[in-house]
């Protein structure tokens, strides 16, 4: 168990919706990342977050936004969302900027 | 832009063989290197890292080597188990452009008892 929570596990739903994904980080840390990760791009650094503010971000969609909360949870949402969007998606945390990351189980979202 | 080629799979091993796995980088600066392993159905767990140059970083019987001047981070194990099959990435982390990790695609390992 790596410490790190995101749900749901799995999320099943249509073309042009929207939906959201939660990360709750290991206890401690203050870094935040998302990626995605699929079949034919493999695994894809989206977006971090450090202590509530963004501090880097990777390949995300305009459609896709996230944010840190003050009690450092965070949250990646989706919208008009796309078959091709359907993928794995990990959240990681670490106790800075330089710490390695841990992972979480990750959210499989399927696009229908 | 850097990145991380990791030799195609998928790896099929007889218990007790010996394992490489090739990783390959091209990063500005000085990287750190991990490797992390996916079980079916879970998250990557970090397995091993090295920060600099000529590092080894172990663990659980896998090791690698922090090659700067072929730039690579190969992983090795002398003595594989059953329970080592699942897929492993290679991934790098350049300070200068930010902690992201920059993944392989990945190697699907599988031993046979």
């Known amino acids: 168990d790596s410490g790190v929570t995101q749900t749901p596990k799995h999320l099943i739903t249509a073309t042009g919706q929207r939906v959201t994904l939660r990360c709750s980080p290991r206890?401690?840390?203050?870094?935040v990342y998302w990626y995605q990760q699929s079949l034919d791009q493999g695994l894809q650094f989206l977006i971090q977050?450090?202590?509530?503010?963004?501090?880097a971000k990777g390949n995300i969609l305009e459609r896709f936004s996230a944010q840190q909360f003050p009690d450092l949870h965070s949250e990646l949402n989706l919208s008009s969302l796309e078959l091709g969007d359907s993928a794995l998606y990990f959240c990681?945390?670490?106790?800075?900027?330089?710490?390695?990351?841990?992972f979480g189980d990750g959210t499989r979202l399927s696009i229908l | 832009g850097n990145s991380v080629t990791q030799m195609e799979g998928p790896v099929t091993l007889s218990e007790e063989a010996f394992l490489t796995i090739n990783c390959t980088y091209t990063?500005?600066?000085?990287?750190?290197l991990f490797w992390y392993v996916q079980y079916p159905g879970e998250g990557l767990q970090l397995l091993l890292k090295?920060?600099?140059?000529?590092d080894k970083g172990s663990n659980k019987g896998f090791e690698a080597t922090y090659r700067k001047e072929t730039t690579s981070f190969h992983l090795e194990k002398g003595s594989v188990q059953v329970s080592d099959s699942a897929v492993y990435f290679c991934?790098?982390?350049?300070?200068?452009?930010?902690?992201?990790?920059?993944f392989g695609k990945g190697t699907t390992l599988s031993v046979s008892s």
């Open positions: 977050y450090y202590n509530g503010e963004e501090r």
């Open positions: 206890s401690g840390d203050l870094s």
């Open positions: 090295a920060t600099k140059a000529d």
């Open positions: 990063a500005t600066g000085y990287p750190s």
């Open positions: 990681a945390s670490s106790r800075g900027v330089v710490e390695p990351q841990h």
């Open positions: 991934a790098l982390s350049d300070g200068q452009a930010g902690t992201a990790l920059i």
